[in-house]
């Protein structure tokens, strides 16, 4: 069978690849912490559960609007008065299928063969290959561990050419944890005020700061850029709902239209069991009883490996991040796993598509899968 022409300038996603690697690991008995896709170590809160109980009883189990109920997408604006300052009406907010989702919408609404998208690297892997999807053409812009995996102002407008349509503004940053501050977020919009460029921001990671300051919204620091900001976020991370799959994006009028429409020909509407149990985690009751915490394995993986992998004298648990992508960076072809529990010989596993290696720590024996 010959298959559409598009799916050659694509791979499956790396991620899912190294999640199902993981799942064959386990399997066989070996036990491993997956750093593919991005869980929280902590599961979704009993209230929201229990708001996704009473929707089913209480029957919103039928379609809803495309972009999402009007409940949601109040708690939506809701959510981004409160933690960001901003002001969105119903019109401009829409709820999609994840953020993933949400990103697609907005790269096949926005983007057009030849468009360059500006994606600061390293990068969440699937930015490019959807950006290509929608025609686009992904312009990376390298950064270090001496600018703190961020790029600067200076390199923003050095990388702006006629082709350029967006950059894809991801603080805090996944794979990184790299936070920008405030400073650095108004020098980025003040290169970006003197551009035509659009900013989709992904706002994914935004209560994972850790030792960072919170600070400013990029909207916020400069409000007149409204007309040219997609704001993009879910619920997966900060209410550990990956598998409910909700995302939602704020934005202009026309933008939030466009998504909408791309949906009403796609999926439809999100999951109404999701939006309704949403509803109680992004609106007015900020999850009470519930706080984030410091992760024990997920996203602070070296205040146990650290020593064993690159024993720095680093203590900050961003530091402990910097740290492990800069490893990653150096040796490209490995991924690395921890396995859980202090109790024994702690076990690793480094993982490529093609092949796993696992093995004891203080052994030299070696398995290959």
Known sequence: MNLAKRLQLIKPSPTLM????????????????????GEPDFDTPEHIK???????????????????TAELKEAIITKLHRDNGLTYGLQEVTANCGGKHTLFNAFHALFDKGDEV????????????????A???????????????????AQLRAAIGPQSKALLLNSPSNPTGAAYSEEELRQIAEVIEQSTLL???????EKFLYDSPRCAHLLALKPHLRDRVLIVNSVSKTYAMT???LGYAAGPREVIAAIETLQSQSTSNPNSIAQAAAVVGRGCGRCQGFSARCPKARFTCFRVCR???AADGRTKPS?????????????????WWLAKGSARPTTYAFLTPRRCRTWSRGSTRSRRH
Not at 199 to 205: F, G, L, N, P, T
């Open 18 to 37: 190294v999640t199902a690697q993981v799942a064959a690991l386990r399997r066989q008995g070996i036990e491993v912490i997956d750093f593919g896709a």
């Open 50 to 68: 229990a708001a996704a109980v009473t929707a089913l009883r209480q029957g919103k189990t039928k379609y809803t609007s495309v972009g999402g």
């Open 118 to 133: 500006l994606i600061p690297a390293p990068y969440w892997v699937s930015y490019s290959d959807m950006v290509i999807l």
């Open 135 to 153: 025609g686009g053409q992904p312009k990376l812009l390298l950064t270090s561990e001496e600018t703190g995996f961020k790029i600067t102002a």
């Open 199 to 205: 900013v989709i921001s992904d706002d994914v990671y």
């Open 243 to 245: 598998g409910w799959r």
């Open 307 to 309: 020593r064993t992998l």
């Open 319 to 335: 530091q402990r991040r910097w740290t492990f992508h800069s490893i990653c960076c150096k040796r490209l072809r490995w991924r």
